[in-house]
Every structure is written in structure tokens, then in C-alpha cells.
């Protein structure tokens, strides 16, 4: 589903950043480095963040303009990166590779005819995020004491498992499927202007009367990143689908459809390869060899990222760092 599909079922709603004070989210590093790479991308001209060599480091631009967010609401980020991908997941791999190689074609044209505004938007869907930029994201994240987490596999799953495990409150990330992982409670809009949503799954469970196992069948119904979905069933029809049937198999059975791999899948979502850690809740930002970092050695305009640091000093200062401690 992608997972866009459950927001029809998902119980969500606006949530004070006043709120979340004290509290520590498990950030997908993914999504969210990436929504922030894509903007800086189509809203700043490449010469902010490029270096003489050629270079691109937007990504460090990006981290500095959406850490503030967190320390000035006494939130405490932890970020999860990916680790292996799903054997299953490679189709939906291959077809955003496919999809972004359409848009160097088309980024290419529009460069040839002087078309600004659509290179703009043509640059920002082309981008990925390379080893050299996961790399420089984590040494930043480092000097600013921000925790960093290796998730085994799905960056997201971890995620869900920490909040599930209650070594974080919240998972954050803007991907529905946080949901299916089981995560007890989800931010997202976390990178967008004004409060974020929180997403509850045991809200949504009890709202549409069925289990999380049951939520996790209605998705591979409708379809997920490990598979496509049944024609005609969305997320309505399949939840009504499970209450008449009870569980995917009986459903399939009763309707004479096939999906390749649904016990894998389901697994994925159920029995995701997670893993337990301990988060250190003290960070003591080095802010000055931070600044250093983007501005000396990646050759960061400075001003670009002069107010977002400046904001990460003026929250260190007002709040001080009793509430990381």
C-alpha cells in the first residue's frame, strides 16, 4: 500500500509539540533524511551545498534546518538507518529505481530546453540517498550527540519495535506502515510545518473491531511493498472482508485468490527482524565542531545554515540539558 491506504483507517490526530516534552522518538532516518534532502534540493541552489570538487552535501544542510524542531520541544531524536532489505521488497526496489531513472530523462530535457522550475522539481525526485550521504549524516548526528540505532533490516520495523518495547514513546516517520509493524504510537509531519499527527494503532484496532494480525491481512490485501494487492478490495472492503471470514486465508479461499508469499509477508510485519537496545537519554551537542563540519570541511554556505544552528544554541540554552540527563 505504500502505505498510504490506511490513513482511511488509521486513528490519527493533531498533536501539541507541548505535549511531547521529555518525550524520545525513534526517527526513521530514512524517511525523514530523505523528505529533508528532496526539499533543500528543489528550494536551494546547488551552489549552497555543493563542494569545489563537485560534491553534494545537502543532506547536511537538511539535518541542521530539522534537528532544531526536536531540541526546542525537549524531544530527544534517535535515529534508526536501514539495514539489509527484504528479499520480498526488491520488485518495489527495482520499480523506484525505474521511476527515478524516467525522471533523470526527463530532468535532462528540461535542463536542455532552460526549463528552471521543472529542473527544480525533477532534481529533488532524482535523489537517493548514497553511502556518502548516510555516512555524513551520521558523522553530524555524532558531533551533536544525537543517538543513531542499526536496525538489522527495516529501519521502520525497529522503529515500531522500540515504542513497542517502551524504549521510546514514540516512533516517527511518515510511512502509514509503522502501523503494521506494530508500533503502539506513531509521529508524523515531523518535517512539516505546524504540530505532527500522532497515529495510534490500539485506536485503530479497536475503532474497526479487529486484531493487529487482522490489520496486517487487510494491507496485504489491498497491497503492500512486498506485494500487490487483490483488484477491487480497498481497505473498507478488507476489513469488512475480515469480519465475515476472520483471517486472510479463509478470505482467499473463499474468493478463489492467490497472493505469492502472503505467510512470508505477513511474517515480515508480525515477526519483523528487530532487535533489543539501550538508548543513552544524556546529549551534550558539540555545536562549534558541528558548525566546523559543514561549513570548513563540506563547504556549506554559512549562511544557509547559520539560523538552524543558532537555533540548536538558543534551545540548549533556554532549556538547558536537564531534561536529556
Not at 162 to 176: K, N
Not at 211 to 223: R, S
Not at 246 to 254: K, N, Q
Amino acid at each position: 500500500m505504500g502505505n498510504a491506504a490506511l490513513r482511511d483507517l488509521a486513528a490519527i490526530e493533531s498533536v501539541p509539540f507541548g505535549d511531547l516534552a521529555g518525550s524520545t522518538v525513534a526517527v526513521d532516518a530514512h524517511n525523514w533524511l530523505y523528505r529533508y534532502l528532496t526539499t533543500t534540493v528543489k528550494w536551494t541552489s546547488d551552489e549552497v551545498y555543493t563542494t569545489e570538487d563537485g560534491t553534494e552535501v545537502a543532506n547536511l544542510v537538511g539535518v541542521v534546518q530539522g534537528l532544531p524542531r526536536f531540541f526546542e520541544h525537549e524531544i530527544t531524536p534517535v535515529f534508526v538507518f536501514d539495514g539489509a532489505v527484504a528479499d520480498l521488497k526488491t520488485a518495489e526496489i527495482e520499480h523506484r529505481r525505474e521511476q527515478r531513472e524516467t525522471y533523470e530523462d526527463q530532468l535532462e530535457a528540461a535542463r536542455d530546453r532552460g526549463d528552471e522550475l521543472a529542473v527544480a522539481r525533477l532534481d529533488s525526485r532524482t535523489q537517493r540517498l548514497t553511502e556518502h550521504i548516510v555516512q555524513t549524516t551520521r558523522d553530524l548526528l555524532g558531533l551533536l550527540d544525537v543517538p543513531v540505532v542499526d536496525a538489522p533490516a527495516e529501519g521502520e520495523a525497529q522503529c515500531a519495535h522500540m515504542a513497542r518495547s517502551g524504549t521510546v514513546e514514540y516512533a516517527g516517520t511518515e510511512d502509514y506502515d509503522a502501523l503494521l509493524f506494530g508500533s503502539p504510537a506513531t509521529l508524523r509531519q515531523l518535517t512539516s510545518k505546524g504540530d505532527p499527527e500522532l497515529m495510534e494503532l490500539p485506536a485503530t484496532l479497536a475503532a474497526h473491531d479487529i486484531t493487529w494480525e487482522q490489520l496486517v491481512d487487510v494491507a496485504i490485501l489491498c497491497g503492500t511493498d512486498f506485494n500487490d494487492g487483490i483488484d477491487g478490495i480497498g481497505p473498507k472492503t478488507a476489513v469488512k472482508l475480515i469480519h465475515d471470514h476472520g483471517d486472510l486465508w479463509t478470505i482467499l479461499e473463499a474468493r478463489g485468490d492467490h497472493i505469492d508469499h502472503a505467510d512470508r509477508i505477513r511474517n515480515l510485519f508480525l515477526d519483523a527482524a528487530v532487535k533489543d537496545v539501550a538508548i543513552e537519554a544524556s546529549i551534550e551537542p558539540d555545536v562549534d565542531t558541528a558548525r566546523s563540519y559543514v561549513v570548513d570541511e563540506w563547504e556549506v554556505d554559512h549562511g544557509e545554515v547559520r539560523r538552524g544552528f543558532e537555533r540548536i544554541d538558543e534551545a540548549l540554552t533556554q532549556t538547558g540539558l536537564d531534561q536529556w540527563t
